[in-house]
């Protein structure tokens, strides 16, 4: 039964791939394509051969390519392929899948308007307040985060590594305030792991271990470990100078929009009195409480 759903899962694929090709290929006229008689050309679209020529691979193996058959691709030839049928990044990734390959990571800040999205998504974490979010990249680093988390989690603070593992582990401030740190600690490092896992050969969580290597043994020990476990909810429990005890449900979710992104929602845990707090914490007087805190 197994071996028949795999079948017809891949014969599903390889006529989809089928459709997708003469598809995205009958809307790229030849003029767009650059070939000499373009402009004259009546027929809408390009032919397979001018594909296969203008990507550079042969006519026959792009026909078995359109036609779904079993053959052998590779990245290249179908960023080539790509390049000549004019897809968008999703496209391209769509293509990949097609094809039986793991699609490439986002080129978000070609494929979209970053600037547009960085700001929807600043403004989907201001609405969360009062409770805390942030934003952080794909190595964790802070890009991101609303008043709460500034005032709860000391996103910001100067002298706070914006990192959010470097921080975890070197922070003094918020290591006191965070009643559940010696719980949390191991799991933290597991889920760092499995974000590393998910971009295999990027140097840059390389640097971050290193930096964090060096400056806590508590974090290499749990490192040595080797233990991965995907990214979710966290229980956590801080102590606040001025409100006391907060307890939140810490979930980090992806959006298709921007997956190099990880949204990281702080919502008080049912039964307590955090919200309430945070409602205050967030408020004129709370903000004068907290100046009267500091001060005294």
């Not at 792991?193 to 050969?201: F, Q």
């Not at 290193?210 to 229980?235: I, K, M, P, Y």
């Amino acid at each position: 039964m197994a071996s028949n759903t795999a079948t017809q899962d891949t014969a599903r694929r390889r006529q989809e791939l089928r459709d997708f090709l003469m598809s995205r290929r009958a809307r790229v006229t030849p003029a767009e394509a650059g070939l000499p008689d373009g402009g004259r050309r009546r027929t809408p679209g390009l032919r397979r051969e001018e594909v296969a020529v203008l990507a550079g691979v042969g006519a026959s193996w792009y026909q078995w390519l359109e036609q779904g058959r079993d053959i052998t691709v590779s990245p290249q030839v179908l960023d080539a392929v790509a390049r000549v049928l004019r897809l968008n990044g999703a496209e391209r990734r769509h293509l990949y899948v097609l094809a039986g390959l793991n699609p490439p990571q986002r080129q978000d800040a070609e494929e979209l308007g970053l600037t547009d999205v960085c700001a929807g998504l600043q403004r989907l974490i201001d609405a969360w307040m009062p409770f805390p979010a942030h934003i952080m990249d794909p190595y964790w680093n802070t890009v991101a985060f609303n008043e709460a988390a500034h005032l709860v989690l000391g996103h910001g603070r100067p002298g706070v590594s914006p990192n959010c593992l470097i921080a975890f582990f070197t922070d003094p401030v918020y290591r006191g305030r965070s009643a559940s740190w010696e719980t949390n600690a191991p799991l933290v490092v597991a889920q760092y792991r499995a974000a590393c896992s998910a971009r295999p050969g990027d140097e840059g969580f390389d640097a971050v271990v290193r930096e964090v290597s060096g400056l806590s043994t508590e974090f290499a020990g749990l490192w040595g470990r080797g233990d991965v476990q995907d990214g979710g909810t966290l229980r956590k429990e801080m102590d606040h100078p001025v409100v006391g005890d907060l307890l939140f449900e810490s979930t980090q979710l992806r959006i298709p929009v921007r997956p190099d992104l990880t949204i990281v929602l702080h919502n008080p845990r049912p039964g307590t009195q955090t919200a309430q707090k945070l409602e205050w914490l967030t408020s004129p007087e709370g903000r004068r409480g907290q100046m009267s805190s500091v001060a005294g």
